[in-house]
């Protein structure tokens, strides 16, 4: 796809760090913009900044890890505009500690954002996007952390979502269908993702706290934090990934730094040595 003027695109997790990037460029590029988030007041705030741009926006409180949800956004986008082109499959938590000691709770909120948000986002949309027969493209945000070997919960969900990416790619592959498909590994990029339990469901609460951190994992955290307050742009982010959609090229990198390491990885599995220290 290399046109995108008056198309419409849908950006899950859009109200906030790399989804309200994507968002304002797809305003940028003429689009009508489907905003998607589970945070309301910065979901309308955003609707309120692209509107006054004279973009033509709509707005759907999403849970993404219901597929009810989904298929609610789905059909209030069909009802608004007709169609679907782009979809960005975006919306992304962080939580849990190690995998003994992260809760039941964690991992099923960690799980169901980011991999059954993706899963609810395809299942929803690809339908939809085949039967208009015409250019689209899906993007599914996953992270370099997808790619290297980690600590967290939060790398065991990106790795699903890079996997899953690339079975949804060889799928439109071989039915040579317009649809085409990306996934996004980026490094840090400036967001509010280290602050998710902001969002996190009250069901989904932790009943007692976590033990406190070692002072060796209160400063990987506060690292953590001045990393992705110093990261990349969202804006920059976007450009990386548009960039992409009109090569239709499928991995997207936004920090070579970071090659490295996945090499490292690559090289430890083609070896059968053990798994190096995370970077």
């Known amino acids: 796809m290399k046109e995108f003027k008056d198309k419409v695109a849908v950006i899950t997790g859009a109200a906030s760090g790399i989804g309200r990037g994507l968002a304002e460029r797809c305003a940028q590029e003429g689009m009508k913009v489907v905003l998607a988030d589970i945070e309301e007041p910065a979901l309308l705030q955003t609707q309120k900044e692209l509107q006054s741009t004279g973009v033509e926006v709509l707005a759907v409180r999403t849970d993404v890890s219901k597929a009810s949800d989904v298929e609610a956004l789905a059909q209030k986008t069909l009802d608004t505009f007709g169609a679907t082109h782009l979809l960005f499959n975006n919306a992304g938590v962080s939580a849990g500690s190690s995998i003994w000691e992260s809760t039941l709770a964690d991992w099923e909120w960690i799980i169901g954002v980011n991999l059954w948000g993706v899963i609810h986002g395809l299942r929803t949309f690809v339908p939809i996007m085949l039967d208009q027969d015409t250019e689209c493209h899906i993007v599914n945000t996953a992270s370099i952390a997808g790619l290297t070997t980690g600590l967290s919960l939060y790398h065991v969900t990106k790795h699903a979502v890079v996997v899953l990416s690339e079975q949804l790619y060889h799928s ?31 069901e989904l609460q932790n009943e007692t706290a976590h033990r406190p951190l070692t002072p060796e994992e209160e400063a990987m ?15 920059q982010a976007a450009d990386y990934v548009f960039q992409a959609i009109r090569e239709e090229r499928f991995y997207i990198f936004t920090h070579p730094e970071y090659n490295a390491a996945v ?15 995370p970077f």
């Open 172 to 202: 439109l592959v071989h039915m040579n269908a317009k649809v085409k498909a990306s996934v996004l590994c980026p490094g840090f990029v400036k967001s509010q993702i280290m602050y998710s339990e902001r969002n996190r469901p009250v």
């Open 263 to 277: 090499q490292q990885r690559m090289e430890d599995i083609l070896q059968q040595r053990n798994p190096s220290t």
């Open 221 to 235: 955290v506060q690292y953590m934090r001045q990393a992705v307050q110093d990261g990349m742009s969202p804006q």
